[in-house]
């Protein structure tokens, strides 16, 4: 497995306060980018690359530089736009309407340098047509229900009128790229895709679905927003540590699949959130194990929810709080490493061994701060616990959360009927799970055996075959578990039963085709 080295450039004091986390997964993983926002964040990058006649094409590894849209004026009339109700209220005219609204919408409009919006009057018949465009893109939004701040609140990806950055608006006007919800997880998402084996033909799908496709829906955003605003100057400095990795190759391979699904793109979108999030939690989760020098697949027991507790709802507990604690072990590990470096062991014996490690912890970590002569106090031990202490409360703010987090937005766990958080796949989950895998009627046997090899998923007894050897569970609580999953697909219209040995998985999409 091919991987970087520590990048001998990266966004020095305006980036992370230490290269740790990073050199792990990359910059960045981050819990407060849920899956939907991470993949807006890949859909704006791709939108600004095809522009330049780059689609998910890497022009060295991890150079990747980008103008993203802004689209102000969408945002500000999608909103921030608080008097369009108001004066719908009223009894006015149609033109006086218009008038009354206009100045109060160029005055309270945010980061526009000439805040003019009189152009919508060309394009719309009336004001309530314009407004009903407004409510039904405001009803489109991708978690529309949040408490963010206008600029930081997205409409649907109709098309690539409807991509652009998240920003901060000051009170005085300033916009400023902000990270908190695009926290670059969309920018290590385009790089993996970018490394993907079969990243010739996804970039076809992606350009011919998504970027050039007939979209109805974004000429009404294009209709509001009129010439598109771009950011004052390019985004750099994601970093993604792996050349090659199996995870990446399979992304690309359940996104091409959902792509060739026979069905609006607009409806294929949920499912390749869902599918992103689920990759990039094994991806973490395996790269903190190689990171602790395990060997083997990550697993994910999973209770197919029942009435009652049983020994498998304890095991999938056990796996979700085994996996959660993976990452910071993984960091704890990636630290102590360097102790057994030969220029580790060079300053130990040297003239200055405080100064001496303190100064390789720099060059390898980004800390400490060589500036600050506090940070450089303490012998070669006392260093490497503070560094561990100080990276762990740093990794446990964002890093940390990322599985916890994902597993729960995307219907992966669950603490239904239990005081303890444990793997238990739901509906929307499953259903994304037979889309994506079944391409063709599949023996339920099979389901879960494919599921197992792709993703980890433990359900059934075969694929449990470890703890009811160990004399952890029996094979019946197994066979009840997968017994219970056959059900659930039943009833979501994904099985057939043609007798009682004979369980067929179907795609509904496939099977209507």
């Given at each position: 497995m091919e991987v970087l080295t520590r990048p001998a450039e990266h966004e020095d004091r305006t980036g992370p306060e230490m290269w740790i986390d990073e050199a792990i997964w990359g910059h960045r993983l981050h819990d407060e980018q849920s899956p939907w926002l991470t993949v807006l964040e890949f859909l704006c990058v791709m939108c600004a690359e095809h522009a330049q006649g780059r689609t998910l094409t890497e022009n060295g590894f991890n150079t990747l530089s980008y103008l993203p849209q802004t689209q102000l004026r969408l945002r500000n009339l999608l909103f921030n736009n608080p008097h369009l109700a108001t004066i719908l209220a009223t009894d006015l005219s149609d033109d006086a309407m218009w008038q009354s609204w206009l100045p109060r919408m160029e005055e309270n409009a945010g980061g526009l340098e000439r805040p003019t919006f009189g152009y919508l009057r060309d394009r719309f018949d009336t004001f309530r047509d314009f407004a009903s465009v407004v409510s039904f893109l405001q009803s489109s939004a991708i978690e529309g229900g949040s408490n963010k701040r206008w600029s930081s609140k997205f409409v649907f990806p109709f098309g690539t009128s409807a991509l652009y950055e998240d920003v901060s608006v000051s009170a005085a006007g300033g916009v400023s790229t902000d990270r908190r919800f695009f926290a670059r997880t969309g920018e290590v998402l385009y790089l993996m895709l970018c490394r993907s084996a079969r990243v010739g033909d996804l970039r076809e799908r992606l350009i011919e679905r998504l970027i050039t496709a007939d979209a109805p829906y974004d000429g009404l955003v294009k209709a509001l927003q009129g010439e598109t605003q771009f950011a004052g100057r390019e985004r750099a400095g994601a970093y993604l540590p792996c050349k090659t990795y199996p995870t990446f190759d399979r992304l690309a391979e359940d996104w091409i699949a959902l792509l060739d699904l026979k069905i609006p793109v607009y409806d294929t979108l949920p499912h390749i959130v869902t599918m992103t999030g689920l990759h990039l939690i094994l991806y973490q989760l395996q790269r903190s194990a190689e990171a602790m020098g395990a060997q083997g697949p990550i697993t994910l027991v999973s209770e197919i929810v029942s009435p009652k507790r049983s020994?498998?709802?304890?095991?999938s507990a056990d796996s979700f709080q085994a996996n959660n604690a993976l990452p910071q072990q993984a960091l704890e590990s990636y630290i102590g490493k360097i102790t057994a470096s030969p220029e580790w062991q060079a300053a130990l014996v040297s003239d200055e061994p405080g100064e001496k490690a303190a100064e390789l912890l720099?060059?390898?970590f980004d800390w400490p701060d060589l500036d600050d002569?506090?940070?450089?106090?303490?012998?070669p031990a006392a260093?490497?616990?503070?560094?561990?202490?100080?990276?762990?409360?740093?990794?446990k703010q964002h890093v940390g959360k990322v599985h916890s987090t994902w597993a729960r937005l995307i219907g992966l766990s669950s603490r239904r009927a239990s005081r303890r958080v444990r793997y238990a796949p739901t509906d929307r989950l499953l259903k994304t799970l037979v889309v994506c895998c079944v391409d063709r009627r599949l023996e339920f046997k099979e389901f879960l055996a494919l599921i197992y090899q792709r993703y980890g998923f433990i359900i059934g007894d075969q694929q449990a075959r470890s703890f009811i050897d160990a004399g952890t569970a029996d094979q019946e609580d197994f066979s009840d578990n997968?017994?219970?999953l056959e059900e659930r697909l039943a009833s979501l219209g994904l099985l057939k039963r043609l007798s009682d040995s004979c369980a067929y998985v179907e795609n509904p999409f496939q099977r209507t085709a």
């Open positions: 020994v498998v709802r304890d095991l720099a060059m390898t002569p506090d940070d450089m106090q303490g012998t260093l490497i616990e503070r560094l561990v202490q100080r990276a762990t409360v740093r990794h997968a017994r219970r």
